[in-house]
């Protein structure tokens, strides 16, 4: 029988008509905030937030090519977490790509906003049948 989660997003105005869906989850005990990025191939988390968190998870480098809309290439590493919690649901291992979050954080910070640690990618929401429900504000997971 398939279960179904149900986790409240924000929406957050950046500026005029740009917008940034966020949700709050946890790597173990640590609080994190992401972005929902449908538009993501893959989820990915700051590497530098997870590195600090090394205890928790292991990293690797990755061999494969990287390609974001904006950028040609840039370094990035792969590494599984072993406790992501978001909502009531509770995922003991997840593959992630690790990237520098560091042109998102700083534009967060001008814009006096907290940091983010991760976004939620396409992989996540195909493998957990995503609906984002924007006027509920909700994000809804079936597993």
Known sequence: MQKQYTINFKILSLEPDNYHLIIKGKIGKNPIRMILD???????????????????VEIEDNQGMNVGVGSSDFESKLSTIHELKIGRLKIDSYP??????????????VMKLPEIQGVLGSDFFVQYNAVIDYPQKELRLTV
């Open 96 to 109: 992630i790509v690790l990237i520098d979050f560091h042109h998102i954080n700083f534009a967060y910070r």
């Open 38 to 56: 449908t538009g993501a191939s893959h989820t990915c988390f700051d590497m530098n937030f997870i590195e600090e968190l090394a205890q928790e």
